[in-house]
């Protein structure tokens, strides 16, 4: 039997049928699952046994013969209603390409915006293959345990951001890149689970532009397309996970350092943070490798569009998750929370804790985009 495990789910009102004729019989309710066993599993009627346990010696004995027999020879006997059938979620047990890696190059700033130094790195990740030539690059983030949120004394500190706060994260995968126009295309045209998909919804065009203008629930279903079409469960990563995988290790406000500059991000860079000059104003979204990554090789976290993130909105952390799952939304909070700043935000607003509310319906906002996250 070492090689055998017989998993029985019972329905609710089997279940409560079956507490009532254990009780009629006098069995405790701790044999309930002994007597399903009994009920799902037919026993030889020669046999005539004297007890439950007696039966269960009887489908040990059976099933070890089927261990050395074709399962064809005699099919296991399930009985499942065709409604659980049609509502269970697909075994998703493909596992990830080989690992690459890759290497990068990452500035360190002063308060002034004056470049210290220039860090090589080098991170792993996969390359998706979407079809027809096209991939989605995801990043492998270490876990690990860091202070999320900020300090009151950090410049443009919001209650929202605190209480700072420790949090411990197990690993995963995230986009290299926000999602790009042309990635969305492709998803966009793989079958419907939930809702349909505008194939061109950017208000700024580029393929390889962030896709921005889309909602919450048009995120999750490009996440449900995703998974469907390569078995990998896609989601959109907790607001924890994202800042873990923008702050890259640093405790600073910007994972560059002390400030912020139109050199290093798309952001409203006219409006200062710190000491830096004042400098380029895009008024558009850029290319989603235009600018310089940080310590885990992720590109564009401060600025250029806000990313959805998986949690529902709460002003503060209290009674926040220390293991980092999304929060849940409530029947007096629907909206959901948007990181990262945008090409059309200053500094203050892309900052590695900042943090935003939006309605989960909401469209036509050329500032809001998103990346998705895989659990290793």
């Not at 309710?29 to 046999?47: M, N, P, R």
């Not at 989601?235 to 923008?246: G, K, N, T, V």
């Not at 952390?317 to 799952?325: M, P, Q, R, T």
Request: glycine share 8%.
């Amino acid at each position: 039997m070492s090689n055998i495990q017989v998993s029985v789910r019972i329905p609710p009102k089997l279940y409560e049928k079956l507490l009532a004729h254990t009780n009629a019989v006098g069995l405790p309710k701790s044999k309930v699952i002994t007597h399903a066993l009994s009920q799902y599993l037919e026993t030889d009627e020669k046999e005539k046994p004297s007890s439950i346990e007696e039966r269960l010696l009887n489908i040990e004995k059976r099933l070890d013969s089927l261990e050395s027999s074709s399962i064809s020879d005699k099919p296991s006997k399930v009985i499942v209603p065709k409604e659980k059938e049609k509502k269970s979620q697909p075994i998703l047990s493909v596992k990830t390409p080989p690992l690459q890696e890759f290497s990068f190059e990452r500035p360190i700033v002063d308060e002034t915006g004056t470049i210290l130094e220039r860090i090589k790195g080098e991170s792993q990740g996969f390359k998706e293959d979407l079809g027809d030539g096209n991939i989605l690059e995801m990043i492998y983030i270490p876990g690990g345990t860091f202070l999320m949120g900020s300090t009151p004394d950090e410049p443009g500190s919001q209650v929202c951001e605190q209480p700072q706060h420790s949090v411990t994260l197990e690993g995963f995968f995230l986009g290299k890149f926000p999602i790009t126009q042309k990635q969305w295309e492709i998803v966009a045209q793989y079958p419907k689970v939930n809702r349909d998909l505008v194939l061109e919804p950017s208000g700024f065009k580029g393929i390889d532009r962030p896709v921005e203008s889309i909602s919450w629930e048009d995120a999750v279903e490009f996440c449900d397309r995703l998974t469907q079409y390569t078995q990998r469960l896609y989601q959109l990563p907790s607001e924890a996970q994202w800042e873990y995988a923008c702050r890259g290790g640093t405790a600073t406000p910007f994972y560059f350092g002390l400030t912020l500059t139109g050199y290093l991000a798309n952001y409203m860079a006219k409006r200062l943070y710190a000491g830096e000059s004042s400098s380029i104003y895009r008024q558009e979204t850029t290319s989603v490798s235009a600018f310089y990554p940080n310590s885990f090789g992720l590109y564009d976290l401060h600025g250029n569009v806000w990313e959805w993130c998986a949690d529902a909105w709460y002003s503060s952390y209290e009674d926040a998750s220390k293991s980092g799952k999304p929060r849940s939304s409530s029947q007096q909070e629907t909206r959901r929370v948007l990181r990262g700043g945008s090409w059309d935000e200053d500094a203050y607003h892309c900052r590695s804790a900042s943090r935003y509310a939006y309605h989960p319906q909401g469209v036509g906002v050329s500032q809001i985009g998103f990346r998705v996250m895989l659990m290793a």
